[in-house]
């Protein structure tokens, strides 16, 4: 069982940038991978970025050479760092963390919002 924490939503204009802190309740070491998704109004939930615990990392192409996925194993924390933020990144964001044992089990956190004004 991993229990997550997301933080540092907010408001911020275009162009702007923001940085999200996802914080397990567990050594993310253990984890396999962990994700940053987004929901925005009427749409499906999508990844925006990964991480595994080799830290291979995975962008949607949306948010690439904009957006940074970082972890500090030590904190036991992912970050997501968004730069240039346009106003379709609105969206609420949600960490996510992956563990495979026979199966592989999901953890989701409670979600930030990000709105972007133009």
């Known amino acids: 069982q991993v229990h997550l924490v997301e933080s540092g939503g907010g408001l911020v204009q275009a162009g702007g940038s923001l940085r999200l802190s996802c914080a397990a309740s567990?050594?993310?070491?253990?984890?396999?991978?962990m994700g940053w998704y987004r929901q925005a109004p009427g749409k499906q939930r999508e990844l925006v970025a990964s991480?595994?615990?080799?830290?291979?990392?995975n962008f949607a192409d949306s948010v690439k050479d904009r957006f940074t996925i970082s972890r500090d194993n030590a904190k036991n924390t992912v970050y997501l760092r968004m730069t240039s933020l346009k106003p379709e990144d609105s969206a609420v964001y949600y960490c996510?963390?992956?563990?495979?044992?026979?199966?592989?089990?999901?953890?989701w956190g409670q979600g930030t919002q990000v709105t972007v004004s133009s």
């Open positions: 991480i595994d615990n080799t830290d291979n990392t």
């Open positions: 567990k050594s993310i070491i253990s984890i396999n991978a």
């Open positions: 996510a963390a992956f563990i495979v044992t026979s199966t592989v089990n999901d953890y």
